[in-house]
């Protein structure tokens, strides 16, 4: 089944233009989307709780700042940027009660739509557009006159304009310049949390370890190890990202190319790793995975902070960090790591 990719020429600027919009968070995505917006000649205000570390940053950045609950009774359209945690509790208490009807509510993830954390009033529309790249690159490309691919999708259209004003945003944020999908929430939500899980971040995490630990283990230095199986992965993944895996093959060694067909598999069996990737979409579709996130935070986040721990005392993690000092990057500050 083809999807629908959108352009620039296919969006309605003024849409977008003329709503009053207010961005809630101004984090990785929250300043991408209001500086963004604000750049594209769009009314942004930025909703934040007092006492937030970014307010002044934003401020400093030319945007109108207020409180949670008064950018969302000024605006129009609300783009919900927290973390997914924390956006019912932000929504029951700030946003609820200051949406009128005729409002566009936004999501850049799907998660709270999806599974039914956040169930909004039928008489507004609800949409997504998600930006497919970290907040710094959505900013960072925009001002280079490019744009970071999008997906859009309406999930309630009270409207009958919830497809267009999703495109004219993503027009905004410069999304249309790369090109925009769209999609649906459900298929967006799990699709996504199946990435960063079985691959992305779970899959390339503990097969970066593996691989460290096993070479560490049978006697070589772990400076070593860590430039052969984690410092690589970047250049490896760059190719793959430009050229798709036949341009990875064709920069590599043949020799390493032929490696690649009779090993790849006997570290992940392909039976036993599909049938495992199966168990992580079917505890992503049923809410399983969803319940467990909402209830871990809940609890204080016990399990969440204690793996966080033991990975900052990985070695993979503590020799990395010395080498990356002598690194020409090493003194680069990443604004999705910054605290927010």
């Known amino acids: 089944m083809a999807v629908t ?110 599974f039914g954390y956040i169930k909004p009033p039928a008489d507004v529309d609800v949409i997504m557009i998600a930006p497919k790249g970290p907040g710094h690159m959505v900013r960072r490309v925009y001002q280079e006159g490019a744009g970071v691919p999008c997906l859009i999708c309406a999930e309630q259209d009270a409207s009958g304009q919830a497809m267009d004003v999703a495109l004219s945003y993503a027009w905004g944020i410069g999304g249309a310049r790369a090109g925009v999908i769209e999609t649906t929430f459900k298929n967006e939500t799990e699709t996504d949390l199946f990435g960063e899980q079985a691959v992305l971040c779970g899959g390339v995490v503990e097969l970066m370890k593996l691989g460290f630990e096993t070479l560490v283990e049978a006697g070589y230095e772990p400076e070593n190890a860590y430039f052969e199986c984690i410092h690589e992965m970047k250049l490896i993944i760059d190719l793959i990202n430009k050229g798709g895996v036949a341009m990875m093959n064709y920069s590599i060694s043949d020799t390493a190319e032929y490696g690649e067909y009779v090993s790849g598999t006997r570290v992940l069996p392909y039976e036993e790793t599909k049938a495992n990737m199966k168990a992580v979409l079917q505890d992503i579709q049923d809410g399983t995975f969803a319940g467990k996130w909402i209830a871990e935070n809940k609890n204080g986040r016990t399990f969440f902070n204690s793996k966080r721990a033991l990975l900052a005392q990985h070695p993979m993690e503590t020799v990395g960090a010395e080498l990356r000092k002598n690194m020409l990057w090493g003194d680069d500050v990443d604004p999705d790591t910054a605290s927010n």
């Not at 205000?45 to 949670?68: F, I, N």
């Open 5 to 114: 990719i959108y352009h620039e020429q296919d969006a309605n600027p003024e849409l977008i233009q003329g709503k009053k919009i207010a961005v809630i968070g101004y984090g990785s995505q929250g300043h991408a989307h209001a500086l963004n917006l604000k750049d594209s000649g769009c009314d942004v205000r930025v909703g934040l709780r007092e006492g937030s570390k970014s307010w002044q940053a934003a401020e400093e950045a030319g945007l109108k700042v207020m409180t949670v609950a008064d950018a969302a009774k000024e605006a129009d359209l609300i783009m919900i940027l927290a973390p997914d945690e924390k956006q019912a509790e932000i929504y029951e208490q700030s946003i609820a009660p200051n949406l009128n009807s005729g409002d566009t509510l936004a999501f850049a993830h799907g998660f709270n739509i999806h």
